[in-house]
Nanobody
Framework: QVQLVESGGGLVQPGGSLRLSCAAS????????MGWYRQAPGKERELVAR???????NYADSVKGRFTISRDNAKNTVYLQMNSLKPEDTAVYYC???????????WGQGTQVTVSS
């Protein structure tokens, strides 16, 4: 049974930073591409960052230069370092395994990120 458990969210002021973590179990983590998604109230879930099994990364334009995705295969964990946060980054953040660019497994509970002064 695949489990994806996100953590690290919280309330932060504009310009602040957070580091999100996603622990995966039930999969061979190292061979899978992983992605971070977010869903803001009233909006569709969107992919903001992805990392391949080889460590290649790409980002949505809205977060490029501010967010960094990374992975630790020994810990079966993918991270999202978020810097220079803006109010529009407020959302629930989720991770998932990507196959051909599509999220594969049921969503976890996500972690709430709120950027507000």
């Amino acid at each position: 049974q695949v489990q994806l458990v996100e953590s690290g969210g919280g309330l932060v002021q504009p310009g602040g930073s957070l580091r999100l973590s996603c622990a995966a179990s039930g999969i061979i983590f190292s061979i899978n591409a992983m992605g971070w998604y977010r869903q803001a109230p009233g909006k569709e879930r969107e992919l903001v960052a992805r990392i391949t099994s080889l460590g290649n990364t790409n980002y949505a334009d809205s977060v490029k230069g501010r967010f960094t995705i990374s992975r630790d295969n020994a810990k079966n964990t993918v991270y999202l370092q978020m810097n220079s946060l803006k109010p529009e980054d407020t959302a629930v953040y989720y991770c998932n395994v990507l196959k051909k660019g599509i999220a594969v497994y049921p969503w976890g509970q996500g972690t709430q990120v709120t950027v507000s002064s």
